[in-house]
């Protein structure tokens, strides 16, 4: 099982350059960074980890600028979005920062995406949220289209570009891997459009059945990765055995020393699982 970190990366915490070697040193196979472009002062949409907002949410670096200066330091430490707002996101600009960020580490991104939570915020993008998913969908499917296609276009409901060239291409063949956040209701949107699952941190027991369903409407073998996973070996062990590909433990947005501390603590509990 592959063992990663998952983290915000802020202008108040280590910087990304020093993150991914610590990261690397310490035998980590991934790191997974959370976008936020920005966050309304005034919300109507409550957080769902209750009571008052975190500061990092409006603190966020961004996610292809922060991850390039880890792919810069290291060698083979896969660069993820944990997760990407496509809902926010423009598809042509965003295909290139994928393609790029997959250039620049050789072959190691992943593009992590959700639909989002945050009304507010996606509104400031002129996003309408009773339709972000169908807004999603579609944009996955013109992200994919200009990877793949020597001349790509697209036409539909909320994307629509005659042909287009577009470079680099992403090194990863045909391009790299999506994996998508979201509960049971991102099921069809894997199925479709994903290569993996993002689950949050259910218990093995709770997840279990979860993967068996989606697997039943993908139709396929559907690799996991959990984030936000507790430190502790019998929780670990227990997404081991219902075939959990990889695990994200959860990296408080520290400074660099006491960032160091905390994975040297993490990295000790790795180390049993590789």
Do not use: C
Request: proline share 8%.
């Amino acid at each position: 099982m592959k063992i990663g970190v998952s983290t915000f990366v802020t202008d108040q915490g280590i910087r990304p350059a020093p993150l991914g070697r610590a990261l690397e040193e310490r035998g980590f196979e991934s790191l997974f960074i959370a976008e936020h472009s920005h966050i309304p002062v005034e919300r109507r949409t409550p957080y769902p980890g209750g009571g008052e907002l975190p500061e990092m949410y409006y603190r966020t670096l961004d996610p292809f600028v922060a991850l390039s200066a880890v792919a810069a330091v290291t060698q083979s430490l896969r660069v993820g979005t944990g997760i990407a707002l496509v809902a926010q996101r423009d598809p042509i600009t965003t295909a290139n920062e994928v393609a790029s960020l997959d250039l620049i580490s050789e072959g190691r991104a992943v593009f992590g995406v959700g639909v989002g939570w945050n009304r507010e915020e996606m509104e400031n993008h002129g996003t309408d949220p009773s339709t972000r998913g169908r807004l999603v969908n579609e944009r996955l499917r013109a992200i994919r289209e200009l990877w793949t296609k020597e001349k790509a276009e697209f036409h539909g409901e909320f994307v629509n570009f005659d042909p287009v060239y577009q470079w680099p291409k992403p090194v990863q063949q045909p391009h790299p891997p999506i994996y998508v956040g979201g509960g049971e209701g991102a099921f069809r949107r894997i199925a479709d459009l994903g290569d993996a699952w993002l689950a949050n941190s259910e218990s093995p027991e709770k997840l279990h059945p979860q993967i068996e369903r989606l697997r039943e409407v993908a139709g396929r073998e559907v690799p996991v990765t959990v984030y936000v996973v507790p430190e502790d070996p019998d929780v670990v062990e227990g997404y081991r055995r219902i075939g959990v590909e990889r695990v994200l433990f959860y990296l408080p947005t520290l400074p660099e020393a006491e960032t160091n501390a905390r994975l040297d603590a993490m990295a000790q509990l790795a180390d049993r699982f590789r």
